[in-house]
């Protein structure tokens, strides 16, 4: 104590927690809302002492994110609080002095890594939703039913009802497929990590495998993938009921009848909702842009009905569009087995293979655009059109592109895909470490921590998974960077913590 202005008398006292359980931490945690209060008696050392310095270290956090800051303060003591601590030095902890006011200078950075990255993210899955629902406006099941159903509410009634009607119908479009979300919302309640859990189980990737697989084939033109033909006859015939609901049954039998069609691009969004951290919100977004992308021709045509003689007649195209669904299906078909296969340490899919039958995929769909591959639907001889040579010459590309990432020195390759395939270090080839980017890295904590207690250096605690798409994505376009890479190369003990993975720990 020699040498210090002042000593604590007893412990730290603050204003009343909430103490609450925190299903992420699985266990009762306390905190503080709004405001609270810290008292600390202390004891003058010196009499002359006119100021104390302190530090506060304190962490914020609200539903997404949470951020660690340092605060420095200054307490003043006035002449009459020394002069009567001079006298009562015991009495010091009961004297009036100044208020600390710690203020939060960086709180915007909550708002920033929250509510503007979900409003983003949000926007940004809404797009993706409703980029489907355009892809599926495009396919035989829905694209001819617009002028069809449009002119249907024209020639029924004036031409105000007739366009009060369509924008009715193309509303319960859009609640409809809202609807098909509310039961995810449900199991969110129950348990926020069940759908994380979901994504990361190994029986259910094998079953969204074969059912992708089995959407795939039904694109290609194999059989028809249909709900049962009861659930589109009682929706029909419900449809001549009130105007209201006579419509909404129309929407309903339109959702049923182009189950064919818009299934397989419904299952993309689910499973890619269900392999994500925003769960059954992400979901809703992402099915109201493909509601929304589903129900703007019918009003849009119904309020600007000359533009229906623009539009393109139904015919080949829409099969073909069909048919490059089907090859995206087999693409993505592939993720799902790839994440059992990491999570469950198979060995097979290692990623060569993955990027190979991605390559494959991509010229098979070459050879397709091109008219030399054929599927039940197509017709012979049909004339390729410029944008099929177009999208041909793409295709074509991106196998080229595939190709390069073959090679044993990956690093920084394939950086558009990243997330996608396997990570780096799960290869084929004998690599000096089965780490992110050929780091040094622990795998089991107490290991990693004995080693970075042994050299002096801090851990980089890794928080990861092996179906972890965003995790991919960090080491492959962050951690690479030059900089970045040294400093986790020379100054840091990383230790990554595969917070999916099944085996049993000792």
């Known amino acids: 104590m020699k040498g210090l202005a002042y000593e604590l008398v007893g412990a730290i006292t603050a204003s009343e927690s909430i103490t609450e359980f925190d299903p992420i931490f699985e266990m009762e945690l306390s905190y503080f809302d709004k405001k609270v209060s810290f008292r600390q008696r202390i004891r003058l050392l010196k009499p002359d002492t006119s100021q104390i310095t302190g530090e506060i270290n304190y962490q914020a956090c609200d539903d997404k994110v949470c951020i660690f800051r340092e605060e420095s303060f200054d307490f003043n003591l006035s002449s009459d609080i020394k002069t009567h601590c001079r006298k009562n030095i015991h009495a010091a902890s009961k004297l009036k002095s100044e208020k600390l006011k710690i203020n939060f200078k960086d709180k915007s950075l909550l708002d920033q890594n929250t509510n503007k990255g979900a409003g983003s993210g949000y926007f940004n899955l809404f797009l993706l939703g409703f980029l489907g629902g355009i892809i599926a406006l495009l396919t035989p099941c829905v694209f001819p039913m617009i002028p069809l159903t449009v002119s249907f509410f024209l020639k029924q009634a004036t031409r105000k009802q007739g366009v009060i009607r369509a924008v ?299 179906a972890c798409v965003n995790c991919r994505k960090m080491e492959e376009n962050v951690w690479s960077k030059g900089e970045v890479y040294r400093m986790l190369k020379d100054e840091f003990i990383i230790i990554s913590l595969y917070i999916d993975d099944r085996t049993e720990l000792a």
Request: hydrophobic letters at 55%; a neutral charge.
């Open 168 to 466: 009715l119908y193309g509303f319960f479009i859009l609640i409809i497929y809202l609807i098909l979300s509310l039961p995810f919302h449900f199991l969110d309640a129950v348990d926020p990590q069940i759908l994380n859990n979901i994504a990361t189980n190994i029986v259910l990737n094998v079953v969204f495998f074969l059912v992708f697989i089995f959407f795939a084939f039904s694109f290609f033109g194999y059989y028809e993938l249909t709900l049962p033909s009861g659930w589109g006859n009682r929706s029909d015939t419900a449809a001549s009921g009130g105007v209201v609901l006579g419509i909404f049954f129309m929407a309903l039998t339109l959702a049923i009848v182009s189950f064919s069609c818009t299934g397989p691009i419904l299952g993309s969004l689910l499973a890619s909702s269900l392999s994500s951290d925003a769960g059954a919100m992400q979901l809703t977004v992402g099915m109201g842009g493909f509601g929304a992308a589903l129900a703007l021709p019918f009003a849009l045509f119904a309020v600007f009905p000359n533009a229906l003689q623009s539009i393109p007649k139904s015919g080949g195209w829409m099969t073909k569009i069909k048919v490059i669904l089907g090859f995206l299906e087999l693409a993505l078909a592939l993720k799902f087995l790839s994440n059992a296969d990491l999570v469950g340490h198979w060995g097979l899919l290692k990623r060569e293979i993955f990027i190979g039958i991605w390559l494959i995929i991509s010229l098979l769909l070459f050879l397709y655009l091109m008219g030399w591959l054929r599927f039940p639907h197509d017709a012979k001889g049909e004339k390729i059109k410029p944008i099929q040579r177009i999208l041909a010459v793409l295709a074509l590309i991106f196998s080229v592109y595939l190709g390069s990432g073959l090679g044993k020195d990956q690093k920084g390759q394939l950086s558009l895909l990243s997330g996608f395939p396997p990570p780096v270090f799960y290869s084929i080839y004998e690599l000096e470490s089965d780490c992110p980017l050929a780091l040094n890295c622990f795998k089991d904590f107490e290991a990693g921590q004995q080693y970075a207690l042994k050299t002096n250096k801090p851990i980089l605690l890794d928080f990861t998974g092996w």
